[in-house]
Structures are given as C-alpha cells and as structure tokens.
C-alpha cells in the first residue's frame, strides 16, 4: 500500500510540474523601442495578450543596442531593434532571426542640426558636436553621411547619447546637431532644420529599417505564438495603413502610441506618416524577408555589418547572414489569414 501510495504522489507530482512547466510556457518578454507605430496600440489594448493567452512582459529599451544585449543575455524572448544592432548582432553570432520588418525608416529618422549653429551645408559638420546612440540605424547612416560628404569622424565631434539625453543637450545648447528619430525628432525640429533624412541615404545604397527579432530557441519552442503575435501585428498595421491619411490627434490608435512612446497624439499622427509598413506581400518580397541571401534584408545585414567592420565596431563578418532571417512564420501566418 505504501509503494501505491508512493506512486500515486510521485504521479500527482509529476502532474503537478507539468502543470506549472506548461503554465510557464506561457510566459514571454518582449522588448520595444518609443518608435512610433501599430504596435504600441496592440500594446496598449492587450491585442497580443488576447490572441495568444500568453503573459506578456513588455520592456522598454532607449537604443537597439541594449535590447540586443538583453537577448544575448536571455533577458527577453524577442525585442524590436533596427538594421544596425540587428547587423552587429548577426555578426557576434548570437542566436536570434529577424522575423519581421517593423517599418522601412524612410523619413523617420534624420540628422537634425540647430538653429545658430552655423550648420548650414554637409561641409560645416567639421568640428561641431553631433549627438547619436552609437550601434543603432542612425549611427550607421551618421557614419555613412559622413562617407558621402567626404568627411572622417576625426574631423566631426560624434557623442554617444541616447534619445532623452539629446533632448535635454539639445535644450541646453550643449550639441550643434543630432540623427534621431521621434519623438525626440520632433522636438528639436521646432528649432532646428533637417541636414538630410535616413531616406535620402538609403537611396544612395544603405537602406535602414526596424525589425522584429526573437531568439531561435524561442521561436523553436512557440512557433504557434510567434505566427499569432505576427498575424495580429499585420492586422494592426493594416488598419494603421488603411485609415493613415483620415487619421486625427483624436484617433484610439494616436493617443495608444503618444501614451506608450511619449509625445502628443498630433506629434504621432504626422511622425507615422514618416514610416512605411509593410503588408504580407511586402514582407515576403524580394526587398525584404523573402529570396534567402539575395533578399533585401538580408543583403542590408551583410553591407551594414560589412560597414561597422570597417568602422572597427565589430571584429568580423558571417559567411551568411540569410541564417539570420527567417520568412518561415511570417508566411504561415499570411497562410493562416
């Protein structure tokens, strides 16, 4: 009797863990940014909580750099992160794949320089002080402006700061310039004008964006959640997409990402017209996720890493930088719809 006894507990144990295991499984963390998009209204209104009965823990990050230290550190399951970090990432080999592409950056994110600096062309940056987070998309096409002026980074005075600390040197007068992206894009454009746009650069060959990233032992684990957390993003997009230009400071979706990334519900309606968000179809273009190493992205990770490395910011290149992009989900999603 004690040996059924015995059994019986270590079942009722075993159920138990199983149990409490499953119950754990439910868990994720998911890193942002205070970009302005569709997604923060999905935060808000628990939309990803909803479609996946997955609790979800939301982390706040200030750069794509410290959310990509986060992953490495397994701190958070997936994290939005631009082209840059993502780039660096890829080539320290950390495990994670790029599932989604948040927005092409466009005009969204530029290099803004202050009134009575005295920056009126590419050539006055010599010896001014210009604020960036370094190992972000901005960073990049910093470094990649100053490639296209025929400037070095010895001859202009690049400080590593993150959005709220520009803003607060930008109001002291501490910095003649900065490349940003809102909300503190917004507000020091109200006194200062835009030297040139992460749009312009792009078409000179170094196109930037901001992606959705998990770790791969995640997405292995919750491939369900992760094809739900993507379908719900596209839907929310869609309606973002859909009603873009009737879009007031009084709109739902307005005021959910004014509260969630700061600023004014107006400052949004005008900054996410800045953006581009991609549908289905978008996505799984050649442009961008789809055609493996010849994709869009992909060949985005290869020349920003192959830029950051002669920058001397990481030490060496993957061989293939396709392992680090995967339309798998995207498209059973876009299946599921």
């Given at each position: 009797m004690k040996i059924q006894k015995l059994v019986k507990n270590i079942a009722l144990a075993s159920t138990l863990l199983c149990s409490v295991s499953s119950w754990a499984a439910k868990e994720v963390t998911i890193g942002y940014q205070g970009m302005y998009n569709p997604m923060k209204y999905a935060i808000d209104t628990e939309m990803f909580?909803?479609?996946?009965?997955?609790?979800?823990?939301?982390?706040?990050?200030?750069?794509?750099?410290?959310?990509?230290?986060?992953?490495?550190?397994?701190?958070?399951?997936?994290?939005?992160?631009?082209?840059?970090?993502?780039?660096?990432?890829?080539?320290?080999?950390?495990?994670?794949?790029?599932?989604?592409?948040?927005?092409?950056?466009?005009?969204?994110?530029?290099?803004?320089?202050?009134?009575?600096?005295?920056?009126?062309?590419?050539?006055?940056?010599?010896?001014?002080?210009?604020?960036?987070?370094?190992?972000?998309?901005?960073?990049?096409?910093?470094?990649?402006?100053l490639e296209q002026f025929g400037l070095s980074e010895k001859e202009v005075k690049l400080i590593n700061m993150q959005p709220n600390a520009i803003m607060a040197a930008w109001q002291r007068g501490d910095i003649d310039g900065a490349f940003i992206w809102d909300p503190a894009l917004g507000k020091i454009k109200q006194n200062g004008s835009v030297l040139v746009t992460s749009k312009q650069l792009s078409a000179w060959g170094k196109p930037t964006f901001d992606g959705m990233i998990a770790s791969k032992e995640f997405t292995q684990e919750n491939e369900d959640f992760v094809v739900t957390f993507l379908s719900t993003l596209a839907k929310v997009d869609r309606s973002y997409v859909e009603g873009r230009d009737t879009m007031t400071a009084d709109?739902?979706?307005?005021?959910?990402?004014?509260?969630?990334?700061?600023?004014?519900?107006?400052?949004?309606?005008?900054?996410?017209?800045?953006y581009e968000f991609l549908d289905f179809d978008?996505?799984?273009?050649?442009?961008?996720?789809?055609?493996?190493?010849?994709?869009?992205?992909?060949?985005?990770?290869?020349?920003?890493?192959?830029f950051l490395l002669e920058e001397k910011k990481i030490t060496e290149l993957q061989p293939d930088y396709s392992l680090y992009v995967n339309p798998t989900f995207a498209e059973k999603a876009k299946a599921a719809m």
């Open positions: 909580e909803q479609a996946t009965g997955y609790e979800i823990k939301w982390r706040k990050f200030d750069s794509g750099a410290k959310a990509i230290t986060a992953m490495a550190a397994g701190a958070v399951d997936m994290t939005v992160a631009g082209s840059s970090p993502i780039a660096s990432a890829a080539s320290k080999g950390i495990e994670m794949e790029l599932i989604w592409i948040m927005e092409n950056i466009a005009d969204a994110e530029a290099l803004v320089v202050r009134d009575g600096s005295g920056i009126t062309s590419p050539t006055d940056l010599k010896g001014k002080k210009i604020a960036v987070p370094f190992v972000s998309t901005t960073h990049f096409h910093m470094l990649f402006a709109n739902p979706m307005a005021k959910s990402v004014a509260k969630i990334s700061g600023g004014d519900a107006a400052g949004v309606v005008e900054a996410m017209k800045l978008g996505q799984l273009s050649c442009q961008w996720m789809g055609c493996g190493a010849e994709g869009g992205a992909t060949q985005a990770l290869k020349s920003t890493s192959e």
